[in-house]
């Protein structure tokens, strides 16, 4: 009887605590630990996506979190200790700044030292745009009017960040002597990647320096 008694005494779910944390990247988790009844556990654990807004009982809510994972231990007494994680961002607007790496990687350099440029960020695209975004061309690959491919070029800013500015300004078309025409674009994306984490995308794109030579015999 007194474990029915202990039961009983909790309602739909009772907020126990919060833990917040911050990803380096600048994505946030919060994890709830609630009490709710074991004989509701079904009806209470909440789905994946769903907003902290909708579902958390603490007194604030965050309209860019929502549930990542839900983990359950039952405990004596008729009740279920329950840890939700929420992922995303508690700001209302904006989005973080990128982590942005310089990474030493042997003949890369063209103009500047031999390095990849990597940054890892936040963003609120979806997938395909995420894609999209990074095979648009921002320069063509010419000789004359005749058009040999496309490049992304490495944006100027990511979240409002600065990018390291390009060894030397990019250029296409440029004669070098009777037999070479020369184009050079700067950093452009060499590969991207992304992982969704709630509302967001955690991506990951390397630029590294691209030129264009043709030469004739």
């Known amino acids: 009887m007194a474990s029915l008694v202990i039961g009983s005494a909790i309602g739909s779910k009772v907020l126990q605590r919060q833990n917040f ?14 009490a709710i009844q074991t004989a509701n556990r079904d009806t209470v654990v909440p789905e994946k996506n769903t907003l902290h807004s909708a579902f958390s009982s603490s007194a604030k809510k965050y ?14 007494g008729g009740i279920t200790q329950m840890l939700v994680t929420f992922v995303g961002l508690t700001s209302s607007t904006g989005l973080p700044p990128p982590i942005v790496r310089l990474i030493p990687t042997p003949d890369a350099g063209i103009f500047g030292p031999p390095l990849v440029i990597e940054a890892e960020f936040i963003t609120d695209v979806s997938e395909s745009q995420f894609i999209q975004g990074n095979i648009n061309a921002t320069a063509q690959i010419k000789l004359g009017n005749i058009s040999f491919g ?3 070029q490495m944006p100027a800013q990511i979240n409002g960040t600065l990018m390291p500015s390009n060894p030397i300004a990019p250029f296409t078309g440029q004669q070098q002597g009777n037999f070479a025409i020369n184009n050079y674009f700067g950093y452009c994306t060499d590969s991207h990647a992304s992982e969704r984490r709630g509302l967001f995308l955690v991506a990951r794109t390397i630029y590294k320096e691209l030129q264009a030579n043709f030469r004739f015999s």
Not at 21 to 30: A, V
Not at 63 to 76: A, C, L, P
């Open 21 to 34: 944390n911050k990803e380096p990247n600048g994505l946030e988790t919060i994890i709830e630990a609630y």
């Open 63 to 76: 309209s860019r979190m929502v549930v990542e994972s839900v983990t359950s231990e039952e405990q004596d």
């Open 150 to 152: 496309q490049v992304n």
